[in-house]
């Protein structure tokens, strides 16, 4: 069972920095920004999220405590720039596995972490896999 938690905890790395290195996250987090800036609001997003597998990868259960908590701030200022149910649904998943992220770093649980993570990275897919649709319907 570790071999297996550790080829996914390797394969998460590997695709985080991946992702990093294509949308080129900052390495500052603003967090000041206004909700009505998606663009601010998805790069600190992102910039929590590289902070988060850095943690995972390190184990360090206080940042990764931390940094769930700064995304979770994060995350909830975008519920009111999307009504679409789908897309609300999606945001909800997001909040509940970045508690997740948080409880098993609570608990030194990095298994329970690593996993909440990956379906929290799941959870950005979808839901950019709405947006995309709903951007091609208009």
């Not at 987090?29 to 009505?36: I, L, V």
């Not at 390190?58 to 994060?74: G, I, T």
């Not at 596995?97 to 329970?112: C, H, P």
Request: aromatic share 6%; glycine share 4%.
């Amino acid at each position: 069972m570790k071999f297996h938690l550790t080829i996914v905890a390797g394969i998460v790395v590997v695709v985080g920095s991946f992702l990093m290195g294509i949308l080129g996250a900052d390495e500052k987090s603003p967090e000041n920004h206004k909700a009505s800036d998606p663009a601010t609001v998805m790069k600190d997003k992102l910039h929590h999220t590289h902070v988060l597998l850095t943690s995972l990868a390190q184990e360090d259960f206080a940042a990764l405590q931390e940094s769930s908590q700064k995304l979770q701030r994060v995350a909830r200022q975008q519920w009111i720039n999307n009504p679409s149910p789908e897309y609300r649904a999606q945001l909800q998943i997001f909040w509940t596995t970045l508690q997740g992220i948080e409880s098993g770093a609570e608990r030194k649980e990095i298994e329970d972490a690593t996993l909440a993570y990956m379906q929290m990275t799941l959870a950005c897919v979808k839901c950019h896999k709405i947006i995309r649709r709903e951007q091609r319907r208009s």
